[in-house]
Antibody, heavy 119, light 110 residues
């Protein structure tokens, strides 16, 4: 069974940093691209970032480019999102999601971790 | 990277069909056959129900179907059931390792 468990969320002040982690199990992590997707309270889904299986290629939404960095450690079956210069509009549930091979889009999702950015 | 446009709401009676549109541009929906649809219940993670425009993952009933014409993709839910009441989101590959989601549609079963 595919499992994705996010951690690292919490309350943080505007301008500070947070690092999210996602622990993957139930599949061969090193063979899959991965994504981060967020959802503000009462809002829709927003694709944040994606990374290929070998970290060769990374993509970012315009709203986070230059502030967020995605990375992975295939030896630890883990995905990360380093979030710097946080803004109040970054407040959201952050979901880790596995890529559906060949589609560049997610299939399985974790349950999310909430990041609240206060002013 | 503008969000894909979906109607805010859609509804139908049990047994009827509802179709949700997802309008993008020639740089995303119109450019690639990488359109996915997700269902999300309140407080839960999204679940993939359609990928590559028309394909259903294992376990998703054939009541769910997808299509695309030009810059607009569509999801049709046939034989509406009470547990189809949820939020539905489309998404598309937008090139350069970028993804984009739709604005979301709340489906109500009357």
């Amino acid at each position: 069974e595919v499992q994705l468990v996010e951690s690292g969320g919490g309350l943080v002040q505007s301008g500070r940093s947070v690092r999210l982690s996602c622990a993957a199990s139930g599949f061969t992590f090193r063979e899959y691209a991965m994504h981060w997707v967020r959802q503000g309270p009462g809002k829709g889904l927003e694709w944040v970032s994606g990374i290929t299986w070998n970290s060769d290629t990374k993509g970012y939404a315009d709203s986070v480019r230059g502030r967020f960095i995605i990375s992975r450690d295939n030896a630890k079956n883990s995905l990360y999102l380093q979030m710097d210069s946080l803004r109040t509009e970054d407040t959201a549930f952050y979901y880790c999601a596995r890529d559906k091979p060949g589609t560049y889009l997610p299939d399985y999702w974790g349950q999310g971790t909430l990041v609240t950015v206060s002013s | 990277q503008s969000a894909l446009t979906q109607p805010p709401s859609a509804s139908g009676s049990p047994g009827q069909s509802v179709t949700i549109s997802c309008t993008g541009t020639s740089s995303d929906v119109g450019a690639y056959n990488y359109v996915s649809w997700y269902r999300q219940y309140p407080g839960k993670a999204p679940k993939l129900i359609i990928y590559e425009v028309t394909e259903r993952p294992s376990g998703v009933p054939d009541r769910f179907s997808g299509s695309k014409s030009g810059n607009t993709a569509s999801l049709t839910v046939s034989g509406l059931q009470a547990d189809d009441e949820a939020d539905y989101y489309c998404s598309s590959y937008a090139g350069s390792n970028i993804g984009v989601f739709g604005t979301g549609t709340k489906v109500t079963v009357l």
